[in-house]
């Protein structure tokens, strides 16, 4: 693999938003804001969610991509183990690891892996000869026998072999991927900047460090064979390069293939390496492998003069080979994420949460106009799992509150019935019938005529529908509407979904929209949210009977940014239908510095947007006072859509919106 390097833009950055990984630090008036405490479970999510699709993209296959926890950090052969960490600078490494452990499941044969052991003890020559180079043999009573110990000579051969396979097998995967997927390639960079291309490993290879005769100094260097520091003239390397022959390293089909080639290359260095002296072996099986990377009896070094490390350059060398010996062993470090928070992401992830970043204007005292942006997150999927996994404030389960709620659902389920007969005469088909016509179908009634030189005896008959339509309700559910303004609002919304039900052509969507916590309870991860808690199209009435109950106040009110984090879908979901848009707030919109007349504007903007694809759009100021406070506010952002009706009376209602229903475009 050649040493490419990439300008320090990330990859992700075009699939990632520039704000993913930190807020603003400084709020309009110029003062920094603190960042809200512990991860946030909606980028985890994301994270994950396009950590796998890259994954699945890559490979092919349907891999799960999980976080670790309880120190898994780990790929099984199954399954794809990511790092929690949101740091930019590890970013686009930890997606290249993901995509390279995925393409490990893809191409590993990991049966090969689990048998190695018993593999290496099939060769019951080669066992004799390890064991008497090494001095491996059973003990009798009397001492050493002549029987070679095959449990302590594999295990000798074992890890050494496991690694070389390992740095094969990385290189296999690499090309692999680069051919198939040649536009990941500067995530793959990444990951091999963050293990393999560290200056101090650059120094270590073109130094005399690790040039011993000894295994540490082979694996070191094989290692990292593909860096261009390295050094052919020692160990005997240029023999090692050519057996490798990474220009053609695809010639190897298949992880036996593999394995194959590392048996020959381990051989290969078995010759090389001297037979240890027995009371080597002793100190080596009393104090362990630590000094085993400053021993070797005897060397190959180059004949030129190379520059010597510092004993602190060789001891960050040595940390910065551990962390290779740990990428080989699929043993890198990983953040962790608790089992609450992998619930919490579980639930979103059902749930379908998104996030939309959202453009506005903002004005200062000075009256400049600065060019915003935010992250609005989107529910499309209201489930009872995010209900009892996550406390936002956009909902809660505290029972005499949800009995309550339940109350005022069931009373707009009855009054639903009432109005879905009002509206019914929507879903009806007219016929007129047209006669004393000269062409269409004969009026039998009219032959009689034909002999007398009548010429109109044809009738016709013309057909008049509906097309389908569709009512999306939005309801502004942020602190100001609690009590009775929230309660009328839920009873009618459910009242007109009850209704739509009633009608074969009308799908309805009910919504609800404020500004909650995610991260804590604290103002700092406070969002605006758009929660779908109804949708015909996926929901029964269950789903209303079931999960409405659960909705509460929450705090703000980000009015239009909430219109347009799903204006697609709205747009979308209305070509070929009558449409309508159904608003119930009380006010103005307010969320931090989105407010006064740029967010009216910014609320109006969305108001146009829809109507100019033919939706049609009713808004009711929810307490149907037309000298109330925000009124004003509200007509400008609304205009000639605004209501001011009290929604509690279910026939002012149902006469608003015929009068929308009934309209022929």
Same mark, same amino acid.
């Given at each position: 693999?050649?040493?490419?390097?990439?300008?320090?833009? %990330?990859?992700?950055?075009?699939?990632?938003?520039?704000?993913?990984?930190?807020?603003?630090?400084?709020?309009?008036?110029?003062?920094?804001?603190?960042?809200?405490?512990?991860?946030?479970?909606?980028?985890?999510?994301?994270?994950?969610?396009?950590?796998?699709?890259?994954?699945?993209?890559?490979?092919?296959?349907?891999?799960?991509?999980?976080?670790?926890?309880?120190?898994?950090?780990?790929?099984?052969?199954?399954?794809?183990?990511?790092?929690?960490?949101?740091?930019?600078?590890?970013?686009?490494?930890?997606?290249?690891?993901?995509?390279?452990?995925?393409?490990?499941?893809?191409?590993?044969?990991?049966?090969?892996?689990?048998?190695?052991?018993?593999?290496?003890?099939?060769?019951?020559?080669? %066992?004799?000869?390890?064991?008497?180079?090494?001095? !491996?043999?059973?003990?009798?009573? #009397?001492?050493?026998?002549?029987?070679?110990?095959?449990?302590?000579?594999?295990?000798?051969?074992?890890?050494?072999?496991?690694?070389?396979?390992?740095?094969?097998?990385?290189?296999?995967?690499? +090309?692999?991927?680069?051919?198939?997927?040649?536009?990941?390639?500067?995530?793959?960079?990444?990951?091999?900047?963050?293990?393999?291309?560290?200056?101090?490993?650059?120094?270590?290879?073109?130094? #005399?460090?690790?040039?011993?005769?000894?295994?540490?100094?082979?694996?070191?260097?094989?290692?990292?064979?593909?860096?261009?520091?390295?050094?052919?003239?020692?160990?005997?390397?240029?023999?090692?390069?050519?057996?490798? #022959?990474?220009?053609?390293?695809?010639? !190897?089909?298949? $992880?036996?293939?593999?394995?194959?080639? +590392?048996?020959?290359?381990?051989?290969?260095?078995?010759?090389?390496?001297?037979?240890?002296?027995?009371?080597?072996?002793?100190?080596?099986?009393?104090?362990?492998?630590?000094?085993?990377?400053?021993?070797?009896?005897?060397?190959?070094?180059?004949?030129?003069?190379?520059?010597?490390?510092?004993?602190?350059?060789?001891? @960050?060398?040595?940390?910065?080979?551990?962390?290779?010996?740990?990428?080989?062993?699929?043993?890198?470090?990983?953040?962790?994420?608790?089992?609450?928070?992998?619930? @919490?992401?579980?639930?979103?992830?059902?749930?379908?949460?998104?996030?939309?970043?959202?453009?506005?204007?903002?004005?200062?005292?000075?009256?400049?106009?600065?060019?915003?942006?935010?992250?609005?997150?989107?529910?499309?999927?209201?489930?009872?799992?995010?209900?009892?996994?996550?406390?936002?404030?956009?909902?809660?389960?505290?029972?005499?509150?949800?009995?309550?709620?339940?109350?005022?659902?069931?009373?707009?389920?009855?009054?639903?019935?009432?109005?879905?007969?009002?509206?019914?005469?929507?879903?009806?088909?007219?016929?007129?019938?047209?006669?004393?016509?000269?062409?269409?179908?004969?009026?039998?009634? %009219?032959?009689?005529? +034909?002999?007398?030189?009548?010429?109109?005896?044809?009738?016709?008959?013309?057909?008049?529908?509906?097309?389908?339509?569709?009512?999306? !309700?939005?309801?502004?559910?942020?602190?100001?509407?609690?009590?009775?303004?929230? @309660?009328?609002?839920?009873?009618?919304?459910?009242?007109?979904?009850?209704?739509?039900?009633?009608?074969?052509? %009308?799908?309805?969507?009910?919504?609800?929209?404020?500004?909650?916590?995610?991260?804590?309870?604290?103002?700092?991860?406070?969002?605006?949210?758009?929660?779908?808690?109804?949708?015909?199209?996926?929901?029964?009435?269950? @789903?209303?009977?079931?999960?409405?109950?659960?909705?509460? $106040?929450?705090?703000?009110?980000?009015?239009?940014?909430?219109?347009?984090?799903?204006?697609?879908? &709205?747009?979308?979901?209305?070509?070929?239908?009558?449409?309508?848009?159904?608003?119930?707030?009380?006010?103005?919109?307010?969320?931090?510095?989105?407010?006064?007349?740029?967010?009216?504007?910014?609320?109006?903007?969305?108001?146009?947007?829809?109507?100019?694809?033919?939706?049609?759009?009713?808004?009711?100021? &929810?307490?149907?006072?037309?000298?109330?406070?925000?009124?004003?506010?509200?007509?400008?952002?609304?205009?000639?859509?605004?209501?001011?009706?009290?929604?509690?009376?279910?026939?002012?209602?149902?006469?608003?919106?015929?009068?929308?229903?009934?309209?022929?475009?």
């Amino acid at each position: 693999m050649k040493n490419m390097k990439f300008n320090n833009v %990330m990859n992700s950055s075009y699939w990632l938003d520039a704000d993913f990984f930190e807020d603003d630090k400084f709020d309009i008036m110029g003062e920094e804001i603190s960042k809200p405490k512990g991860k946030d479970p909606i980028k985890l999510a994301g994270y994950r969610r396009a950590i796998g699709n890259f994954v699945r993209i890559v490979t092919g296959l349907p891999i799960p991509v999980r976080f670790t926890s309880q120190g898994e950090s780990f790929t099984d052969g199954t399954t794809v183990t990511i790092s929690a960490s949101l740091k930019d600078k590890d970013f686009d490494s930890a997606v290249g690891l993901a995509l390279h452990e995925g393409s490990h499941i893809r191409l590993t044969d990991f049966n090969i892996l689990k048998d190695l052991e018993n593999w290496i003890q099939r060769d019951d020559e080669y %066992m004799m000869l390890m064991a008497a180079k090494h001095h !491996l043999f059973e003990l009798d009573k #009397d001492g050493p026998s002549n029987r070679p110990d095959r449990w302590r000579t594999s295990g000798y051969v074992m890890p050494k072999l496991r690694d070389l396979i390992n740095i094969i097998e990385d290189r296999r995967i690499d +090309a692999w991927v680069y051919k198939n997927a040649p536009g990941y390639r500067g995530y793959y960079e990444s990951l091999y900047d963050k293990y393999f291309n560290a200056k101090i490993v650059d120094k270590g290879l073109k130094s #005399d460090e690790y040039t011993n005769l000894d295994w540490d100094s082979y694996i070191f260097r094989i290692c990292n064979i593909t860096n261009p520091n390295r050094r052919l003239d020692v160990l005997d390397l240029m023999s090692i390069w050519k057996m490798l #022959d990474l220009k053609n390293i695809a010639r !190897l089909k298949e $992880t036996e293939d593999v394995r194959d080639l +590392a048996w020959k290359i381990f051989k290969f260095i078995e010759k090389k390496l001297p037979a240890p002296e027995l009371e080597e072996i002793k100190k080596y099986e009393e104090e362990g492998n630590e000094e085993e990377a400053e021993k070797g009896s005897g060397n190959q070094k180059g004949n030129a003069k190379m520059p010597e490390l510092s004993q602190k350059q060789k001891h @960050q060398l040595k940390k910065a080979i551990e962390k290779q010996n740990d990428f080989m062993n699929e043993k890198t470090k990983k953040t962790k994420v608790s089992k609450s928070m992998q619930k @919490q992401m579980k639930a979103m992830e059902n749930s379908g949460v998104t996030v939309e970043n959202v453009d506005y204007d903002v004005e200062t005292y000075s009256g400049e106009k600065i060019k915003k942006n935010i992250d609005v997150t989107v529910i499309k999927n209201f489930t009872k799992d995010l209900v009892t996994s996550i406390n936002c404030g956009m909902w809660n389960d505290w029972d005499w509150k949800v009995e309550n709620r339940t109350n005022h659902v069931k009373e707009g389920i009855r009054r639903g019935v009432v109005l879905g007969k009002k509206l019914k005469i929507r879903a009806e088909e007219r016929n007129t019938k047209f006669n004393r016509q000269r062409v269409g179908k004969i009026d039998k009634r %009219m032959i009689a005529n +034909a002999g007398f030189g009548a010429e109109g005896i044809f009738e016709k008959i013309e057909n008049f529908a509906y097309n389908p339509g569709i009512i999306h !309700l939005s309801i502004d559910n942020s602190g100001s509407m609690n009590g009775r303004r929230m @309660q009328n609002a839920v009873t009618t919304a459910v009242a007109v979904a009850k209704a739509c039900s009633m009608i074969d052509n %009308m799908d309805c969507v009910i919504s609800f929209r404020a500004s909650a916590y995610f991260v804590d309870h604290s103002r700092q991860s406070d969002r605006p949210i758009i929660l779908i808690a109804y949708d015909s199209r996926r929901h029964g009435m269950a @789903q209303i009977k079931t999960m409405m109950p659960y909705v509460d $106040t929450a705090c703000l009110t980000p009015e239009g940014l909430c219109f347009n984090a799903i204006m697609k879908e &709205i747009l979308s979901s209305s070509k070929g239908k009558d449409a309508y848009f159904v608003n119930f707030s009380d006010g103005q919109p307010w969320y931090n510095n989105y407010q006064g007349l740029a967010a009216e504007k910014h609320t109006r903007q969305q108001v146009k947007k829809m109507t100019r694809e033919g939706i049609k759009v009713i808004s009711y100021y &929810i307490d149907g006072k037309e000298d109330g406070y925000g009124v004003d506010c509200f007509r400008r952002m609304y205009g000639k859509e605004s209501q001011f009706i009290n929604v509690n009376r279910i026939a002012d209602v149902a006469k608003s919106m015929n009068n929308k229903f009934l309209e022929v475009a």
